[in-house]
């Protein structure tokens, strides 16, 4: 699903950057290669995002979450 939506992106990008083409806007740093870079960094902070998230719900780093912790530790869950 995720690797879908970014296709989309850099799809999506490239078909404007053939628009601006076919009516004659060029922009320099408009082309190919910054459209992969910047799908490629896109893609990289999705992935940063969900490990950050994971990684929060995960462990018992908030506030419930510590008084969840406390409460199996009482009751020998954990």
Avoid at 6 to 19: I, K, Q
Wanted: net charge positive; hydrophobic share 55%.
């Amino acid at each position: 699903m995720k690797k879908d939506i970014f296709t989309l992106l850099g799809g999506f990008l490239s078909a404007v950057l053939l628009f601006l083409g076919s009516i004659g806007v060029t922009v320099e740093w408009f082309n190919q290669a910054s459209i992969e870079a910047f799908v490629f960094m896109v893609s990289a902070g999705a992935a940063l995002a969900i490990n950050f998230y994971s990684i929060w719900k995960n462990t018992y780093v908030s506030k419930k979450a510590k008084k969840q912790k406390e409460f199996l530790e009482l009751n020998n869950k954990l």
